[in-house]
C-alpha cells in the first residue's frame, strides 16, 4: 500500500518492481495493462482515511484503425462518419480500465472514451486533456499524428514523462467538471507516458481523490519505464485478447533480423533510461534529505537555544523577585538598626561623660561601688563600647552595600533597555561573590584587579549583562580554585611569588567612541584548544556533574551576540590563564 502524500524513492522501486513483474504472466497488453490499472487502483491507498486514493485509473494506447478490432473500427467509423478513414490514422484507445464505479472497471462499458482518433492537430488541439497530456510528456503533434521512423529510435529513447494537473477543480484541462470532477471530488490528476519503438504512444492516468504534491508526482518518472517495460515484449505483437484480436494482428507475422534486433535495442534502452531516471531520483531524494537535514539541525539549534532563554529568562525572573524581596526585607531592619546606631552611640556617650563627672566629684566612692567598678571593668567598657559601637556602624554599611549590590545585579525594574555604568554592574557582581574571592579554609584570596577607563553610560540590558559578568567571574574563581594545588609546595608553602597569586584582571576601554570593550583574564590553567572552540556550545561543560550545567556561557553568548549586536571571544593558552573579551556597542542597535 501505498500514500501518495507521503510518496518515497522506497515506495518508487517497490511499486516499479511489482509493475515489471506483472507483465510475466501476461499474454497480451490488454492483459497487462488490465494488471497494471488494478494493482494501481487497489494499492494506492489514503492512510488518513483508510481509503483508496483513486477514483478511477485508465490506460490508453495508440493504435493505427487499420489495427482496431472490427467493434473498435465500427465504434471509430461512427464519431467520424463525414471522413474517409485510412488505416494509418491513429486513434488513442482505451486498453484498461478501474475505478469505483462497476461500468469503470470494464473498457467495454466506456461511452465516450473507447477510442479517441487522433485526425489532425487541429483536432487534438480541441481536446484540452489529450493536448496538455501529450505537450507534458514532452511529445510533438506531428510524431503522435504521423510517426516518422527516421527519428523513432532516438524519440523513443529519451520520451517518457508524468502528466500533472495539481487542482483538478475548476481546470480547463480535465474536462465534464460537473459530472465527473464534482461528483467525485477529484482534487488531483497525474499521468505517465511514453513512446514504444513501434512509433506509438502508452498513457496511463489517474483520476485521485486527494492532492498529490509534486515531490511525489516526480517519483513515477521511473514508474512510467517500469510501466512501459511491462507492454514492451506485446508492442506490434499481440495487444488485444484473443477474443477480440483484430483481424490484421491475428496473421502470424515473422520478425526479421533487424525488427527482432530493434526490439531488443529498445528493452536495452529502456531499462539503462531506467536506471539513469532511478539514480536521478535517488540523487534528487539524497539532495533533499540533506536540506531537510540541515534544516532540521539548524530548527534543533534554534529551539534549544530558545529553551535555554526561556528557562534561563524563567529561572532570572524568579532569582530576581527572590534577591529584590530579600533585599528589600534585610534593608528595612538594617535602616532601622543603622538609624538608631547614632542615637544610641550619643546617648551611650553622654552617659559616660555623666560617669566621668561623677568620678571627678567623687574620687572616693562608697565601697560597695569601688567593688562594682572593678568587677565590670568600667574603664575597659568605656574604651570597648566605643569600638563595638564604630564595629556595628561598619557592619551596618557592609550590609548595606551587600542589598544595593543585590538590587543592582537583580535590576528587576530594567529589563528593558537603558543607560547605565557599566562599572556598577561589574562592582556589584564583585561584591556578591566577596565570600569567594577572600581567602578560607577551602579556597585561597583571589585577587581583583580593576583597570577601568573612562566610559559613558551604555545602552543595555542591565540585568542579562550583569548575568554575563556573573557567569564569566564564577568561571574564572572556578578555574583559580581548581587549579589552587598548582600554587603551594611541601609544608603548605607558596610556591609562587605574590604577584603571581591567583589574579583576576578586569579592564574597560572605548573603542572609537562607538564601541566598549570589556575584558576579564585570570591567570589559572587555560585550556586546549579543543575545548575553547566549544566553549560556548548549549550544555558543553568540563565541570564534574552536578556542579555545571553548561549553559552558562551559551547564554552569556546569546545576551552579547544576539540581544546586544556585540561580540565575545576567548583567548587561552594551557598553562598560562584565560582572557574573555567583550565588545559591545555604546548605543544598541537592538531597538
Same mark, same amino acid.
Request: glycine share 6%.
Given at each position: 500500500m501505498y500514500d501518495l502524500q507521503n510518496f518515497t524513492l522506497k515506495n518508487m522501486s517497490e511499486c516499479g518492481l511489482a509493475l515489471r513483474n506483472l507483465g510475466k504472466k501476461a499474454n497480451s497488453m490488454e492483459e497487462a495493462s488490465n494488471d497494471i490499472v488494478q494493482y494501481l487502483y487497489n494499492n494506492l491507498i489514503d492512510l488518513n482515511s483508510g481509503e483508496k486514493s483513486c477514483a478511477l485509473v485508465r490506460f490508453f494506447?495508440?493504435?493505427?484503425?487499420?489495427?482496431?478490432? +472490427?467493434?473498435?473500427?465500427? $465504434?471509430?467509423?461512427?464519431?467520424?462518419?463525414?471522413?474517409?478513414?485510412?488505416? /494509418?490514422?491513429?486513434?488513442?484507445?482505451?486498453?484498461?480500465?478501474?475505478?469505483?464505479?462497476?461500468?469503470?472497471?470494464?473498457?467495454?462499458?466506456?461511452?465516450?472514451?473507447?477510442?479517441?482518433?487522433?485526425? #489532425?492537430?487541429?483536432?487534438?488541439a480541441r481536446i484540452p486533456m489529450i493536448f496538455q497530456l501529450i505537450q507534458q510528456l514532452g511529445l510533438n503533434l506531428d510524431i503522435v499524428v504521423r510517426p516518422d521512423p527516421n527519428l523513432l529510435t532516438d524519440l523513443e529513447q529519451r520520451m517518457y514523462n508524468v502528466f500533472y494537473v495539481p487542482d483538478?477543480?475548476? &481546470?480547463? $484541462?480535465?474536462? &465534464?467538471?460537473t459530472s465527473f470532477v464534482i461528483p467525485y471530488n477529484i482534487k488531483s490528476v497525474v499521468g505517465f507516458g511514453g513512446l514504444l519503438p513501434s512509433g506509438n504512444i502508452f498513457v496511463l492516468l489517474m483520476f485521485l481523490k486527494v492532492v498529490v504534491p509534486r515531490i511525489s508526482v516526480n517519483l513515477f518518472r521511473p514508474i512510467a519505464l517500469n510501466v512501459k517495460t511491462t507492454i514492451l515484449p506485446f508492442d506490434n505483437e499481440k495487444v488485444f485478447i484473443d477474443c477480440e484480436q483484430s483481424i490484421v494482428d491475428q496473421t502470424i507475422v515473422r520478425k526479421t533480423d533487424d525488427e527482432i534486433?530493434?526490439?531488443?535495442? %529498445?528493452?536495452?534502452?529502456?531499462?539503462?533510461?531506467? @536506471?539513469?531516471? &532511478?539514480?536521478? #531520483? #535517488?540523487? %534528487?531524494?539524497?539532495?533533499? @534529505?540533506?536540506?531537510? /537535514?540541515?534544516?532540521l539541525q539548524q530548527t534543533l539549534k534554534e529551539l534549544q537555544s530558545t529553551q535555554i532563554q526561556l528557562v534561563q529568562n524563567e529561572k532570572m525572573s524568579s532569582l530576581g523577585k527572590l534577591v529584590a524581596g530579600i533585599a528589600h526585607e534585610i534593608n528595612n531592619p538594617v535602616n532601622f538598626i543603622y538609624g538608631n546606631i547614632s542615637y544610641a552611640k550619643e546617648c551611650t556617650h553622654s552617659m559616660l561623660e555623666i560617669i566621668q563627672k561623677y568620678q571627678d566629684y567623687y574620687p572616693n566612692p562608697p565601697q560597695e561601688i569601688k567593688k562594682i567598678i572593678q568587677e565590670k571593668e568600667l574603664d575597659f567598657l568605656t574604651q570597648d563600647l566605643t569600638k563595638a559601637f564604630n564595629s556595628m556602624t561598619v557592619g551596618t554599611k557592609r550590609i548595606t552595600e551587600i542589598v544595593n549590590s543585590l538590587r543592582n545585579f537583580s535590576r528587576l525594574d530594567e529589563a528593558e533597555i537603558k543607560q547605565v555604568d557599566i562599572?556598577?554592574?561589574?562592582? #556589584?557582581?564583585?561584591?556578591?561573590?566577596?565570600?569567594?574571592l577572600e581567602a578560607g579554609a577551602k579556597h585561597l584570596e583571589i585577587k581583583v584587579i580593576k583597570e577601568y577607563s573612562d566610559l559613558p553610560l551604555i545602552e543595555c540590558y542591565p540585568a542579562e549583562l550583569n548575568q554575563v559578568f556573573m557567569n564569566l567571574l564564577t568561571n574564572a574563581i572556578d578555574a583559580l580554585?581548581? %587549579?589552587?594545588?598548582?600554587?603551594?609546595?611541601? /609544608?603548605?608553602q607558596?610556591?609562587? +611569588? /605574590? $604577584? @603571581?597569586l591567583p589574579t583576576i584582571r578586569i579592564r574597560t576601554e572605548v573603542i572609537d567612541g562607538e564601541w566598549v570593550v570589556i575584558t576579564f583574564a585570570d591567570n589559572a590553567s587555560g585550556m586546549s584548544e579543543k575545548v575553547r572552540t566549544r566553549l560556548f556550545d548549549p550544555f558543553f561543560t568540563t565541570k564534574p556533574v552536578g556542579k555545571?550545567?553548561?549553559?552558562?556561557? &551559551?547564554?552569556s553568548y546569546q545576551i552579547i551576540v544576539e540581544k546586544h549586536s556585540g561580540q565575545i571571544g576567548c583567548i587561552s593558552v594551557p598553562g598560562e590563564g584565560t582572557e574573555f573579551v567583550i565588545k559591545i556597542p555604546v548605543k544598541t542597535k537592538n531597538r
Open positions: 494506447k495508440t493504435h493505427s484503425y487499420g489495427k482496431l478490432t +472490427p467493434k473498435l473500427q465500427e $465504434y471509430t467509423h461512427s464519431l467520424l462518419e463525414n471522413h474517409l478513414l485510412e488505416d /494509418n490514422l491513429k486513434c488513442l484507445t482505451l486498453l484498461a480500465t478501474a475505478g469505483q464505479l462497476p461500468e469503470w472497471n470494464s473498457r467495454h462499458k466506456s461511452e465516450g472514451h473507447k477510442v479517441i482518433p487522433l485526425f #489532425s492537430k487541429e483536432m487534438i483538478a477543480l475548476g &481546470s480547463p $484541462y480535465i474536462p &465534464s467538471q534486433f530493434q526490439h531488443l535495442n %529498445s528493452q536495452i534502452a529502456t531499462l539503462t533510461q531506467l @536506471l539513469d531516471v &532511478s539514480e536521478q #531520483s #535517488s540523487i %534528487s531524494q539524497s539532495d533533499r @534529505l540533506e536540506q531537510t /537535514n540541515i534544516y562599572h556598577q554592574g561589574i562592582d #556589584s557582581t564583585l561584591t556578591i561573590l566577596k565570600y569567594y580554585q581548581d %587549579s589552587r594545588k598548582s600554587w603551594f609546595i611541601g /609544608n603548605n607558596l610556591e609562587k +611569588p /605574590n $604577584y @603571581l555545571g550545567t553548561g549553559l552558562g556561557l &551559551s547564554i
